[in-house]
């Protein structure tokens, strides 16, 4: 059996996943769920989609998600997915968990640059976590590993691009000042989510210019 298609989990990873998904679905329940603050990736282009085409986010968000995964198994083959579907199932169960709850900071709602320095944490530390373990939570996070790996580029400077070109997109009908707070979190959390998945590591993943 090719190492494309061999399925080799361990404990510590699948922790290591459960756990990056929970910091994750805490931080967008208690954070960007309430602020405002949009996204870049998959989840920005949905609300793009939505609001000039009328295609529902539930829709078009599960297509452009199994595109994303479908090139991460043809990438990273079955390892990445099977940790792909313990981390999104794992963020899936974790977010369903807090939404019983109110939310901690409800005052982040008038509070958006102090949001977009939280909410960069969580979602770089998070994902960070998930990416680390070989999984991806997010169809996000599973183009963003597949595109590293293809293109020998740092994971965050993937995150950055596919992130400028949907917001830059989505400044067709949301507000500059709202994008702005966008940018900041954005660049944070991928920033943090290379750093994580490199820590500790001898090999980083070599740039080409």
């Known amino acids: 059996m090719s190492r494309k298609f061999k399925?080799?989990?361990?404990?510590?990873?699948c922790l290591l996943a459960l756990l990056g998904s929970a910091i994750l679905a805490f931080g967008l329940y208690n954070v960007h769920s309430i602020s405002n603050v949009t996204e870049g990736g998959v989840l920005g282009l949905?609300?793009?989609l939505?609001?000039?085409f009328g295609v529902s986010p539930s829709a078009s968000g599960a297509v452009l998600n199994i595109l994303c995964y479908l090139l991460g198994l043809r990438t990273l083959g079955?390892?990445?997915l099977a940790y792909s579907v313990l981390s999104g199932g794992g963020f899936s169960l974790f977010y369903a968990i807090f939404e019983q709850f109110d939310p901690i900071w409800?005052?982040?709602a008038?509070?958006?640059l102090l949001a977009a320095f939280v909410g960069a944490a969580f979602v770089g530390v998070g994902a960070g976590l998930s990416v680390r373990a070989g999984g991806a939570p997010s169809g996000d996070d599973?183009?963003?590993m597949s595109l590293s790996r293809l293109l020998r580029q740092p994971i965050e400077r993937i995150y950055l691009i596919s992130d400028l070109v949907v917001?830059?997109?989505s400044a067709s009908y949301i507000p500059l000042p709202r994008l702005a707070y966008s940018l900041l979190t954005v660049i944070l959390s991928g920033q943090l989510i290379g750093l994580i998945q490199r820590m500790g590591r001898k090999n980083p993943v070599k740039t080409t210019c």
């Open 7 to 13: 399925l080799d989990l361990n404990l510590k990873s």
């Open 46 to 48: 949905t609300l793009l």
């Open 50 to 52: 939505h609001h000039w």
């Open 78 to 80: 079955t390892t990445f």
């Open 106 to 108: 409800p005052q982040m």
């Open 110 to 112: 008038d509070q958006p």
């Open 142 to 144: 599973a183009l963003a």
């Open 167 to 169: 917001l830059a997109m």
